[in-house]
């Protein structure tokens, strides 16, 4: 079993009935635009999971739309980070697999435990009867692949051995970069140690979110939109102010901001964090400011100050590799779980050649690429 920390049970349910607050009930669009799914609660083992459920045609944001994972996002990451002479097979499998997969309708997917954020935090497994689980599950939703997200193998061993053992296919998703003690980090990462130094003497103003105006809601989504949708993907999803401003007064989100001399915000940083685990859904900065002003390194020193501080372990997600390994990171392949048993044998066998191709392709390139 994993020996990291996982979301204390009372502080889980107090973050789920303020999300069930925000969203149950209210079109997902209006809080983060490329998003239509329908959002609810399942209770089990005492504990309530948010859940969505996703029936578009890979037309969704990545973080409820299997489809878009593994085909459109895929094929951008492909073409972005893979030397060229083997990007162009792999991009030829992910169109073969992309067809292949909308026809036996891999969006009918309820994602469990899913928060609409990159990475999800979990709570202990232990209680938690797996196969009365499944079952209750699969017999909720007869027609739709069950799916848990944001699983990774330094965080979520437990999880991980237990939804195997219930017959849940194992599909890796990306490499994850993880930081479990921040303080030993610096000590041993000289760019962890200029990161801080940077933090203590940046010109920029930090203001918290609780001081934030509707104009720095605004902001906050632009400079968020600069970074993750204009230089990343427009698969990423595009949050809006008001979902800056309801997570930020439900206690979902704890939003800082950097203000230059003018007062203009111009980086913003959004933490969701429970008990000691964090990560760090919204980063965004003005990205046309010169790289040498080191807005990203910036938010980045903020983000493992404060899980240093709590003594916490901080989910950086994926992406910037290179960047996290240089301060500490401790990569980890990320898998989705997903039943899919009960469904018709041709979806059955469409996820079992993708879980085959990620496996076999997916985690030996992400491994020798570092990325």
């Known amino acids: 079993m994993s020996d990291c920390p996982y ?4 502080e889980f349910a107090a973050g789920s009935d303020a999300f069930a607050a925000v969203h149950a009930g209210v079109p997902t669009q209006r809080f983060i635009g490329n998003l239509d799914v329908e959002v609810a609660t399942f209770e089990w083992g005492g504990l309530s999971f948010p859940i969505t459920i996703n029936e578009t045609g890979g037309e969704n944001a990545w973080v409820c739309s299997p489809l878009t994972t593994y085909s459109r996002y895929a094929l951008e990451e492909t073409r972005r980070v893979v030397p060229g002479a083997l990007a162009w097979p792999l991009t030829a499998v992910i169109g073969v697999a992309d067809r292949w997969l909308r026809k036996v309708g891999l969006d009918r997917a309820v994602s469990v435990n899913n928060w609409l954020l990159s990475t999800n935090l979990y709570p202990s497994a232990d209680g938690i009867d797996f196969l009365a689980f499944r079952d209750a599950l699969a017999a909720r939703w007869p027609d739709h692949a069950i799916w848990f997200r944001s699983l990774n193998t330094v965080q979520h061993a437990h999880w991980l051995h237990a939804l195997g053992a219930a017959g849940f296919e194992l599909i890796p998703t990306r490499q994850v970069y993880v930081f479990r003690d921040v ?112 807005l990203y390194r910036l938010l980045m020193a903020h983000v493992l100050s404060i899980t240093r501080a709590r003594a916490g372990t901080l989910n950086l997600s994926a992406g910037a590799a290179h960047f996290k390994r240089l301060r500490g990171g401790e990569p980890a392949i990320e898998y989705s779980a997903v039943l899919c048993a009960h469904l018709p044998a041709p979806t059955r066998r469409a996820l079992a050649s993708l879980r085959f191709l990620t496996t076999q392709l997916g985690v030996p390139i992400m491994e020798h690429f570092k990325l």
Request: aromatic share 12%.
């Open 7 to 10: 979301v204390p049970r009372a």
């Open 183 to 294: 303080a030993r980090c610096a000590s041993n990462h000289q760019n962890l140690r200029r990161d801080f130094k940077l933090l203590r003497s940046n010109p920029l103003q930090r203001v918290e979110g609780s001081a934030f105006s509707d104009e720095d809601f605004a902001a906050g989504e632009a400079l968020y939109g600069k970074l993750y949708l204009e230089k990343y993907s427009r698969l990423n999803p595009r949050y809006t102010a008001a979902f800056l401003k309801a997570w930020q007064r439900a206690g979902l989100l704890e939003l800082s901001g950097f203000r230059d001399e003018s007062g203009q915000l111009r980086a913003v940083l959004g933490i969701f964090a429970q008990g000691p685990l964090l990560t760090a859904p919204i980063v965004g900065y003005d990205t046309s400011w010169p790289r040498s002003a080191g």
